[in-house]
């Protein structure tokens, strides 16, 4: 059973910076994709950035394509995602998630409804 608890959200002023980490168990090492989504208050869910195991292959949605960074420590069982010059409106819970995919379909699973395995959430504001 894959079990993901995400950490290292926060309050940061805008142009600030956070890191946010996903602490991993149970995923299977290969055709595994990993992502990171958000969801800001009467919002739906939408992805973030995705990784795929077998080859640490990312993938990074244009709303946030240049600021945010996502990796994979497989020796850690650790996803990360990096937030950069964050901005107000990047104000949400994020949550990282797994399904089991190849790479083909993890590069455009943006939707929340392709993943089964979620993380609880953590909070970030970004404030003006």
């Known amino acids: 059973q894959v079990q993901l608890v995400e950490s290292g959200g926060g309050s940061v002023q805008a142009g600030g910076s956070l890191r946010l980490t996903c602490a991993a168990s149970?995923?299977?090492?290969?055709?595994?994709?990993m992502g990171w989504f958000r969801q800001a208050p009467g919002k739906e869910r939408e992805g973030v950035a995705r990784?795929?195991?077998?080859?640490?292959?990312?993938y990074v949605d244009d709303s946030v394509k240049g600021r945010f960074t996502i990796s994979l420590d497989s020796a850690k069982n650790t996803l990360y995602l990096q937030l950069n010059n964050l901005k107000p409106e990047d104000t949400a819970v994020y949550y990282c998630?797994?399904?089991?995919?190849?790479?083909?379909?993890?590069?455009?699973?943006?939707?929340?409804?392709?993943?089964?395995?979620w993380g609880q959430g953590t909070q970030v504001t970004v404030s003006s």
């Open positions: 149970g995923y299977p090492r290969t055709n595994y994709c």
């Open positions: 998630a797994g399904e089991d995919m190849y790479w083909a379909q993890c590069r455009a699973a943006h939707d929340s409804s392709e993943y089964t395995s």
């Open positions: 990784v795929w195991t077998n080859t640490h292959s990312t």
